[in-house]
């Protein structure tokens, strides 16, 4: 989860805390997901009961994540709404919040972390003046980077997320190309996407905040300024491509390259080309090694217990094992950490031989590297989709294995 988000809920779950509304209530969390997880965490460490997690995914009902119950959202009707409350950490707020509402369901629901400004549904003065001043704010964002790349054409990547900016930089070429633009300004949400967008050679990349990007959409948007375009499939930002999904499976990159750049299927994606070497390289065992990555923002975790027999079997196999792991993430028991620029990962897996990680953007990232790569699903389905995670995300030349 995102450093900021992170941030946000806990600074929610205070003012909730504070107010006494949780207190002597039933808990319950809806949408099992990495930011839910990260919640349950919390509410554990500070010795809070979560009676269970509420999610529509049959696949994951009768199952558990931290040891609470993942259960059918109808079993709230049975709290009662004066004995209970919701918290929300996931992106779907709005239609969770809807379904309860829709099912009977009168106790409080909170928003644990808000992730589109858009979505303000009132009309009151007081949200009107704030939704001018978070389009004027952006306004003068937009304004800014065009001054700053006169005659560019501005592609805003909305979300930290580094398989989507990869897919992004592999079909831009052939999207400007049929666009007839000759350049352009690529706009990332934190450093990472913008290093990842720098292994394609991006002559121009700029580097914003979640809320200066949520901004700075928004005032895109609201202007219909002509020359700066929002690669991504979800709203509000093309057609509501996802919806496709629910009669269709689509990979992801082919949503990526016929859905939201409407180039032709079969359009040769670019691959990145300017990585770096790791300064520390030479100390791991050439193909003696094992690089794990167990950490992922936007995907729902995988038990350190897995990862921890993992690292048991490569020890036998005679392996030195490596976590990758940046800022306050840990290594895994056993292991040692390492902290590669995203431009030095290929460079540190081809000298250890072997990858295992969980399917995140990194393994984009890493998609040609010369190496033994395994890609680890959690169990969950894509969104609200019936198709699982191994259905969009699935790579090829990979040994990819639901967990």
Not at 29 to 54: K, M, Y
Not at 75 to 95: D, H, K, M, P, Q
Not at 133 to 138: A, F, I, N, P, T
Not at 214 to 223: C, F, P, S, V
Request: net charge negative; with cysteine; aromatic share 10%.
């Amino acid at each position: 989860m995102e450093a900021a988000r992170y941030s946000e809920m806990i600074n929610n779950l205070d003012n909730l805390w504070i107010s006494g509304a949780i207190a002597g209530k039933t808990l319950y969390l809806f949408g099992h997901c990495s930011a839910t997880e990260a919640l349950a965490d919390v509410l554990l460490d500070r010795g809070t009961v979560v009676a269970a997690i509420l999610d529509n995914n049959p696949s994951k009902q009768g199952r558990s994540c931290r040891g609470i119950r993942i259960t059918t959202p109808y079993e709230i009707l049975a709290a009662g709404g004066n004995a209970s409350v919701v918290c929300i950490a996931a992106r779907a707020y709005a239609s969770m919040a809807e379904q309860l509402r829709e099912l009977g369901y009168d106790g409080p629901i909170y928003k644990m972390v808000e992730y589109n400004s858009f979505a303000e549904y009132s009309l009151s003065d007081e949200t009107l003046i704030r939704m001018k001043e978070r389009v004027e704010r952006g306004r003068e964002t937009l304004e800014a980077l065009k001054q700053s790349h006169p005659g560019r054409f501005r592609l805003l990547c909305p979300f930290s997320a580094l398989g989507d900016v990869y897919y992004v930089m592999s079909y831009l070429p052939s999207f400007l190309e049929k666009r007839g633009i000759r350049d352009c300004v690529i706009g990332v949400v934190g450093r990472a996407c913008a290093q990842v967008a720098g292994l394609f050679g991006a002559p121009a990349v700029e580097s914003f905040s979640q809320q200066q990007m949520d901004e700075t959409i928004q005032a895109a948007l609201y202007t219909q300024d002509p020359d700066t375009f929002i690669p991504h499939q979800d709203r509000p930002y093309v057609v509501n491509l996802h919806k496709a999904l629910y009669s269709k499976k689509i990979p992801l990159e082919e949503i990526y390259c016929c859905g939201v750049f409407a180039l032709p299927p079969g359009t040769a994606p670019v691959k990145p080309s300017c990585f770096r070497e790791y300064a520390g390289v030479d100390e791991i065992p050439a193909g003696k090694a094992v690089i794990l990555s167990p950490y992922a923002k936007s995907v729902a975790g995988i038990s350190i217990s897995v990862w921890e027999s993992i690292v048991e079997r490569c020890k036998e196999k005679g392996l030195r094992c490596y976590t990758n792991a940046v800022e306050d993430e840990r290594p895994i028991p056993g292991t040692e950490g390492i902290g590669p620029m995203i431009g030095e990962m290929q460079s540190v897996v081809e000298r250890a031989g072997l990858f295992i990680g969980i399917r995140s953007g990194l393994c984009d990232v890493l998609y040609s590297a010369d190496a033994r790569k395994i890609a680890l699903y959690p169990d969950y389905n894509y969104c609200d989709t019936r198709w699982n995670a191994m259905d969009m995300y699935s790579l090829n030349g990979w040994e990819n294995i639901q967990v």
